[in-house]
């Protein structure tokens, strides 16, 4: 097996749900292993992170549209209801948690002198940064069903446009994908220790 294909293979797993890049990192450099593939193991995290975010901002753009249309086609409208709840039901999750993070922030307002615009104003904006840190710790956290397809669903459920949703994505999906890195380099070097 060549280079080529070795690069190839770690980019479209990467691309793929479920696994992404949690599971394309390890198989690049398994595969590189394997078939003594010699090239940079960074190579791989840089193919796989890649292929990670390449849906990234067609799910953001074109989520609801989809699952709108779909839902009302006889054949998909189950699927569609179905999926839509999922996203739903974490994008609440996400709200709940920070409008429960606000309200200690709001009791510190209270005491503040000034006016209740700016009280609201600031606890709005409280609110979204909130909001936007759990998306990327929700993103960056290696576990199966978090990466950049599920981010990206919340993101578009969240109603953020490509401006505000992807950077977060792509930093969360960075940050998994580096401790995934860490992880694979120690558990491919560890039987050289024995």
């Known amino acids: 097996m060549n280079v080529f294909i070795v690069l190839l293979v770690t980019f479209a797993v990467a691309a793929a749900p479920v696994v992404e890049l949690k599971g394309a990192i390890p198989l690049g450099i398994g595969l590189a292993l394997?078939?003594?593939v010699e090239l940079n193991p960074w190579v791989y995290f840089i193919f796989a992170y890649l292929g990670s975010c390449l849906p990234a901002p067609f799910i953001i753009m074109f989520l609801r549209p989809v699952l709108d249309y779909l839902a009302k086609t006889k054949l998909f409208r189950k699927f569609s209801q179905w999926l839509s709840n999922r996203f739903s039901k974490k994008t609440s999750q996400i709200n709940q948690k920070a409008d429960q993070k606000s309200e200690t922030y709001i009791e510190?307002?209270?005491?503040d002198p000034i006016k209740d615009d700016e009280k609201e104003l600031k606890r709005r904006k409280r609110?979204?940064?909130?909001k936007y840190i759990s998306l990327f710790v929700f993103v960056a956290?290696?576990?199966?069903l978090t990466g950049c397809w599920t981010g990206s669903g919340i993101a578009a459920f969240m109603g953020l446009n490509l401006k505000k949703g992807l950077p977060i994505i792509l930093l969360g999906n960075l940050a998994a994908g580096l401790l995934i890195m860490f992880l694979s380099l120690a558990g491919y070097s560890l039987p050289s220790l024995f």
């Open 34 to 36: 394997r078939y003594g």
């Open 108 to 111: 510190k307002l209270e005491n």
């Open 127 to 130: 609110i979204e940064w909130i």
């Open 141 to 144: 956290v290696p576990l199966p």
